[in-house]
């Protein structure tokens, strides 16, 4: 039986903070990508479409919500 690692909100919040967004913890996804967003406005963000990319490219084992917030909130901003 093969165990595949999720992107969760915790996962999705950990690459944002990473990239110098400051999150509150247990921050949900919605509010993770509306932080991210509001950064990329204000300053931008380095790597943060580099990083999108990457997990779009994972929606497979993306859970709804990170995937929901990502398509709301970051990819218009990112086009």
């Not at 400051?22 to 943060?48: F, N, Y």
């Amino acid at each position: 039986m093969m165990i595949v690692d999720l992107i969760d909100g915790d996962d999705f919040r950990d690459r944002l903070v990473a990239l110098g967004i400051r999150i509150p913890e247990g921050a949900c996804p919605e509010t993770c990508a509306r932080m991210a967003r509001c950064k990329q406005r204000e300053v931008g963000v380095p790597r943060l479409a580099e990083t999108v990319r990457e997990l779009m490219a994972r929606t497979d084992i993306m859970l709804p919500s990170v995937r929901d917030a990502i398509e709301r909130f970051l990819l218009p901003e990112l086009r």
